[in-house]
C-alpha cells in the first residue's frame, strides 16, 4: 500500500515529562484509544518516537500529533542554553541583574549573601550585554537616534565571545518597532547564523518583563527551535504527512510555524496540557470548580479551574527577578514527584524533594540503578503500588531493593523502613496540599467549593490523603490519568495571542482609535494563520484590555466583550473597570480617570473533538486482597484490589480499597467509598 492511499485515522497526544514520556492515541473513525507510556530520554525527539511505536501505530497512520515538550524548561533550569547577548538602550544593561528589587520570602529573606538568581546563575552574561545610545519617547517620536556603529560593534563583540543568540530590547519599542528592527537587522548581518529575537515577541509595556521575556526566549530558542526541526525532520524520515501542533501556554495549540516563532511560550506547555483537559472535564461534569494536582516523576503542577474557566496569569515567574509577560495558564509547581528523593531537610526533618532521580536511574525499585529512595520506594514498601500491577506490567517493581533503601536512609531519622516511607508519604501530601492553598485559599477560593482533580500516574495514589487535607469531600480521578496531560493536548483548540501597548485613555473619544489597534491585531493574526492553512472562516476572537487607574504603574487584565467598540461601549467599560478592580482590591477610585495600556487578542479556532470509546473491558473488577500499610501510620490493613477498565458504571468500592489500572493506582482511604460515573471517571467521596 503506497502513502497516499494508507488512512491516516490516528490523533495522537505526546507530553515528555522529567521522567516518562507519556502517549494516548485516538482513532477519529472507531473511537478505540490507546495509551502508552515509555522512559524519556536526553533527545526528546528519540522518546517521542519510541512511544509511538509502543502503542503500535505506525507514524503514516496518525494525521495528527499535538506535543508538549520540556526542552525549553530544562535548558532554562540547568543553564544549558546557548550563548546570549542583549542588546538595550544605553543605561539599561543590568535591567536583567537589577530586576523589580524584590526579594524572595522566607528562609533567605534577611541573608546578607543572598544573590538574585540572575546574577548567581544568568542567562545573559554581563559581557554580553550591551547598552546603544538611542531613546525613543513615550509616544514613539525619536528622541536620539539609533547609533547603528554601536550596534555593529556590540554585534561583532558578540560574534567573537561565540554567541549564538541575540536579544534586542530598546526603551518604549513597544509603541514605535523602528529602532529594533534596525538593530536586529545590523546583528542579523555581522551574525547571520544566531537566532535573533526583539520585543516584536510581545510589544507591551513594563520593560522588566519585556526585557526578560525577550532575553529568556533568546537563551531557549536555539534549544527549542532545533529540537522542534529535528523532531519534524524524523518523522518525516518515517512519511509523517500529519500536522504537528504544539502546545503552548496560553492554553492553546500553535501550528510547527507559528510555536517556532515562539519558544519561550512553550516552557511548560506540557503542565498547561493537563490544565486544558481539568477545563474540559470541568464543563463537561457536575463539578465546574477544580483544583487540579498533576502529579509527574519531578515536581507537582497545581491550577484552580473556577466556573469551568481556563486559570490565565499576566506575568509567570521562573525564578525571582525572570518574569514572562503575556497572558498564561496560571500553573504552580513543587518540587514533590514520585520521582523526589527523601532526604533530611535543612533542620533534619524527613523532606520530599526537590531532587529528583528522574528517568535516569530513576527510583530504586526500578533496577536502574538508583541507589537512593523516592516516593515510589515510599509506595512500593507501604503497598500502595503493587509489583505486577505497574505501569502495564513493563517495569517490575523491586520492592526489597526499595525496602532496603528506606532502612538505610531511615536510620538517619532513627526510623525503620516502614515508619520513613509512611513519613515521606504523608509530607508529600502536605507539601502539594500547602502549594495547593497558595492558588486557592490564598486567593479567597472556598475550596469546600472544589473537587480534587488529580492526574500524572503517581496522581490517584495522593489524591484521597490530599484532599483530606485540605477538607474537600470529593475526588475525581479522570480516566486514563497516566496520560492526561497527553489527553488534554489533544483537546486543545488553536490558540493564538496577540497584543499591543497604546496608553490611551479609556474615554468615548478614544473609542475610534482603540478599535483600530484591536482590528489591526484581528487582521494581522487572520493573516499569519491564513498563511500557514489554517480554517480562519471559523475563527472567534476574544478581547482583552490592560487597564489602570491614571498616574499607576501597573495594570490590570480585564477580559471584554468581543463586539466592536463605539463611544457607548467604551463609556460601559469604565464602570465595569471600577467593578472589576473593587472586586480584586476590595476598593476603587471612581473620581480618577481610566488609562488602557495594552489591547490583546486571542484567536481561537476550534479543533475537532471525537468520540471515545465508553464501553468497560469485560470481566470481574475484583482482583484480589493484599495487606497494606496505611500511609501516614504503621498499621497494617487488608485491602481488596479492583481493576478500573472493568469497573461498570456506578459500581461502589468501599475503601479502604486499591483501584488499579494499566498506568496509575488510586488509593481509597478508609471511609471513603468510590465508583464509576457515566463518563467512566472514577468518584471518590465519603461513605454514606
Known sequence: MTQSERAADWIVGIDVGGTFTDIIALNRKTG????????????????VLLSIEAIGVEVPDVAEI?????????????????????????????????????????????????????????????????????????????????????VRDAARSLASQGAKSVAVCLMNSYINPDHERRAAEIVAEELPDAYIQTSALYPVTKEHERTTTVALDAYVGPAVVGYLDRLMRQLSERNYAGTLWIMM????VATFADAGRAPVFQLVSGPVGGVSGSVKLANESSSPNLLTIDVGGTSTDVAAIVHGKTPLTDLWTLETGLTLTMPLVDVESVGSGAGSLIRPSTLGNVAVGPASAGSNPGPVCYRRGGVEPTLTDACAALGVLQPDLFANGSIRLDVDASLEALRKTGEQFGMSALELGSAAYEVACEDIAAKVRTISVYRGLDVREFALQPSGSAGPMLADRVGQ??????????????????????????????????????APSSAESIEAAFVGLQDRIRGELDSQGADVDRIRFERAVFAMYRGQTWDNRMPIHSGALTADSVADLVPQFHDFYRESYGFAATEIPVVISTVEVTAIIPREQHKTDLTPDDGEAFLRTTE???????????????????????????????VAE????????????????????LIIEPQS
Open 469 to 506: 487535607i485540605l477538607g474537600l469531600d470529593k475526588v475525581i480521578v479522570p480516566r486514563n490519568p497516566g496520560q492526561f496531560s497527553a489527553m488534554g493536548l489533544l483537546r486543545s483548540d488553536l490558540m493564538v495571542t496577540r497584543a499591543q501597548s497604546i496608553m490611551s485613555p479609556l
Open 628 to 658: 497494606l500499610t496505611l500511609p501516614g501510620t504503621t498499621e497494617q490493613v487488608e485491602v481488596s484490589i479492583y481493576v478500573r477498565e472493568r469497573l461498570q458504571p456506578f459500581e461502589r468500592v468501599q475503601g479502604p480499597a486499591l
Open 66 to 150: 499535538v506535543h508538549g515538550h520540556t526542552v525549553g524548561i530544562n535548558a532554562l533550569l540547568s543553564r544549558t542554553g546557548e550563548r546570549t547577548g542583549l542588546i538595550a538602550t544605553r543605561g539599561h544593561r543590568d535591567l536583567l541583574d537589577i530586576g523589580r528589587m524584590h526579594r524572595e520570602f522566607g528562609d533567605r529573606f534577611y541573608d546578607p549573601t543572598w544573590l538574585r538568581p540572575h546574577q548567581e546563575r544568568p542567562i545573559v552574561q554581563r559581557e554580553s550585554r550591551f547598552g546603544v545610545p538611542e531613546r525613543l519617547r513615550y509616544d514613539g517620536s525619536e528622541l536620539l537616534p539609533l547609533d547603528e556603529n554601536a
Open 662 to 681: 494499566k498506568f496509575a493506582t488510586t488509593l481509597v482511604l478508609p471511609g471513603r467509598t468510590a465508583y464509576v460515573d457515566g463518563d467512566l471517571n
Open 32 to 47: 478505540e484509544t490507546r495509551d502508552g507510556k515509555v522512559l524519556s530520554t536526553l533527545q526528546q525527539e528519540e522518546g
Open 249 to 252: 501556554m496560553n492554553g492553546g
